[in-house]
């Protein structure tokens, strides 16, 4: 299947099966499964949807079901908050150490525009677990500032993932955009270095992985 997409994509862009065919044999030989990790995941959408009924029919039958309750919060927090934070009520009210329920409460109130809560939800996940998903949190958080225009607090927000995982590529490019977008050239051009070479010594199948976001960082020095 990681193959096939790859050559629907190309074959409907140039017309030519063979052609599209040549091209993924010489991604493949070349760059070591270039497109593996960099394609869009088509199912990924249609599974969560599977996954967020399966657990709705469960809690039709068992509605105390806090794991099944925390998980399909987590699986609609992005477009359901009201839904999220009604799920997770009866969790965090009877584990209110459960860091998976105040990130995922985090996300949904960031979702609503409600960066305060979302803020205050995701600093308590990880205050119960400061590793809690390798820095993804973090990213998140800085996400929604970005999106609300709050650059430098969307560059700390990034920076933070970084000290949880200090190789994370995207979390240290994005922390370098952001710094751009608040004036700070300087500061972007350190952080588009720091992007490279802390991912340097990688193994490969973590350099696929951050291949995108080092291109990006070397363009970016080289536009800064």
């Known amino acids: 299947m990681k193959t096939f997409l790859p050559w629907m994509l190309i074959t409907g862009l140039t017309g030519s099966p063979v052609l599209g065919f040549l091209v993924v044999l010489l991604l493949w030989g070349a760059g070591g499964s270039w497109f593996v990790g960099r394609l869009p995941d088509f199912r990924g959408p249609v599974r969560r949807w599977q996954r967020a009924r399966f657990l709705r029919d469960r809690l039709t039958t068992n509605p105390h079901d806090l794991p099944a309750r925390t998980e399909l919060a987590g699986l609609v ?79 700390d927000a990034y920076l933070r993932a970084t000290t949880v995982h200090a190789s994370h590529a995207e979390a240290w490019f994005k922390s370098a955009r952001a710094a751009l977008a608040t004036g700070d050239r300087a500061e972007a051009k350190r952080l588009w270095e720091a992007t490279l070479s802390t991912t340097a010594g990688a193994p490969p199948y973590k350099r696929r992985k951050d291949r995108l976001w080092r291109w990006r960082a070397w363009w970016g020095l080289r536009n800064v």
Do not use: M, N
Not at 94 to 101: I, K, M, S
Not at 127 to 138: F, I, V, Y
């Open 77 to 155: 927090c992005d477009s359901d908050p009201a839904e999220a934070i009604t799920l997770l009520g009866d969790v965090l009210r009877r584990y209110p150490e459960d860091e998976d329920a105040h990130y995922f409460g985090g996300l949904a109130h960031l979702a609503a525009g409600r960066l305060a809560e979302g803020h205050a939800g995701i600093d308590r996940a990880l205050a119960l677990r400061a590793d809690l998903r390798w820095g993804e949190p973090a990213v998140r958080l800085g996400d929604a500032y970005v999106r609300a225009g709050k650059h430098a607090q969307a560059r």
